[in-house]
């Protein structure tokens, strides 16, 4: 199934809705956050929960939901903090709900314990590279699909680290939105 839409009221975008992992590349400017927006105004018009992870991310985990998620890494056989070095009982002072993610571990903390006490069967995140280590960048995906299960997983990206070992999943931007399509400007 492809979704076809209308982007900036004339560009036509044509998105494959069955694939369950997507990774939107291409170049700045040609609107890979565009078409995250479109997909999300979609889903929710179906009255599907989605857990978008916008450009600009402000940390938004509680005290409560670090405490819940170390309760799970604690009876899971794979802590995946421990692989990125991060402790949970550590991460103090904990951000406040709202401020800006200015460093790597914040935005994966922030990320990996939203997606873990989430049920959105959809999961879409623009620029997931920022802030990270060239290191983490490579393993990112792999990990976030481990977390749990996920019905649908849109990535908006540019950066090689993160889609070299994912590129049965790439979608370059240019196929998915014409725009070479005459613009009538009125």
Do not use: W
Not at 86 to 93: G, K, M, R, T, V
Not at 110 to 130: Q, T
Request: charged share 25%; aromatic share 10%.
């Amino acid at each position: 199934m492809i979704l076809e839409e209308k982007m900036f009221g004339d560009y036509e975008v044509d998105f494959p809705m069955d694939e369950k992992f997507v990774i939107v590349y291409g170049s700045n400017g040609t609107g890979k956050t565009k078409t995250l927006e479109l997909l999300e105004r979609h889903f929710l018009d179906q009255q599907k929960e989605v857990l978008f992870f916008t450009e600009n991310r402000r940390f938004s985990v509680t005290e409560e939901e670090i405490a819940s998620v170390m309760m799970m890494e604690t009876l899971s056989e794979n802590n995946i903090f421990k692989k990125y070095g991060i402790s949970l009982q550590q991460f103090y002072p904990i951000p406040e709900v709202g401020d800006f993610i200015d460093s790597g571990f914040k935005q994966i903390v922030n990320m990996f314990c939203k997606i873990m006490l989430s049920d959105a069967p959809i999961v879409m995140i623009d620029f997931p590279e920022k802030s990270l280590h060239i290191g983490i960048r490579r393993c990112l995906l792999s990990d976030i699909l481990a977390l749990r299960p996920i019905e649908k997983l849109i990535i908006v990206s540019h950066c090689p680290s993160i889609i070299e070992k994912h590129r049965d999943n790439l979608v370059y931007i240019e196929n998915i939105v014409n725009i070479n399509a005459p613009v009538a400007y009125k």
